[in-house]
T-cell receptor, first 113, second 112 residues
Framework: GAVVSQHPSWVICKSGTSVKIECRSL??????MFWYRQFPKQSLMLMAT?????????EQGVEKDKFLINHASLTLSTLTVTSAHPEDSSFYIC?????????FGPGTRLTVT | GEDVEQSLFLSVREGDSSVINCTYT??????LYWYKQEPGAGLQLLTY?????DMKQDQRLTVLLNKKDKHLSLRIADTQTGDSAIYFC????????????FGSGTRLSIRP
């Protein structure tokens, strides 16, 4: 199946700093990518939908100025958590839309100290 | 609104069959999915079924869909220790699968 990678796989940062997470579709072009957040023992919550060359669409309750999404090419979308706080600590998972299914990345664990 | 519900835990004996159940609310769902998540890892698509199908079988996995009752199930035959994981039911109401709604996940544990 199609492969989606994320980088980094885990990151620890200090409160107040910004962290960028990359999501790449390795063997196909994805016009649409998605960013999810998963808190421990909970389900995935969609944060935003990222379309190549246009602004991301954020779900209700997700601050677009805090979670900056850039989808500059058909194979790369980035999520930047700005001014991170401990409550932003979570598992962030991206996916890329293929034909009739989404391919998920392995996730990035963010810990804000 | 859209909602997908699952029981949180299931424990089965190794070698038995596991049946994980899921209910959803949106009758316009076009695709229904089962994903597997192992600890600390991303999601692995196990199988999916189109809403116009009743059943799909793939090796040890059998998916049953009761569209009238909006009920989806995943049966894992001959459950092994490697099947221990969280299983997420999910639905897509868009024909291009652009937005997926996930259930809360069922944690499957295997007893020796």
């Amino acid at each position: 199946g199609a492969v989606v990678s994320q980088h980094p796989s885990w990151v620890i940062c200090k409160s107040g700093t910004s962290v960028k997470i990359e999501c790449r579709s390795l063997d196909f072009q994805a016009t649409t990518m998605f960013w999810y957040r998963q808190f421990p023992k909970q389900s995935l919550m969609l944060m935003a939908t990222s379309n190549e060359g246009s602004k991301a669409t954020y779900e209700q309750g997700v601050e677009k100025d805090k979670f900056l999404i850039n989808h500059a090419s058909l194979t790369l979308s980035t999520l930047t958590v700005t001014s991170a706080h401990p409550e932003d600590s979570s598992f962030y998972i991206c996916s890329a839309s293929g034909q009739a299914e989404q391919y998920f990345g392995p996730g990035t664990r963010l810990t804000v100290t | 609104g859209e909602d997908v519900e699952q029981s949180l835990f299931l424990s089965v004996r190794e070698g038995d069959s596991s049946v994980i159940n899921c209910t959803y609310t949106d009758s316009s769902s076009t695709y229904l999915y089962w994903y597997k998540q192992e600890p600390g890892a991303g999601l692995q698509l196990l199988t999916y079924i189109f809403s116009n199908m009743d059943m799909k079988q793939d090796q040890r996995l059998t998916v049953l869909l009761n569209k009238k009752d909006k009920h989806l199930s995943l049966r894992i035959a001959d459950t092994q220790t490697g099947d221990s994981a969280i299983y997420f039911c999910a639905e897509s109401i868009d024909s291009s699968a652009s937005k997926i709604i996930f259930g809360s996940g069922t944690r499957l544990s295997i007893r020796p």
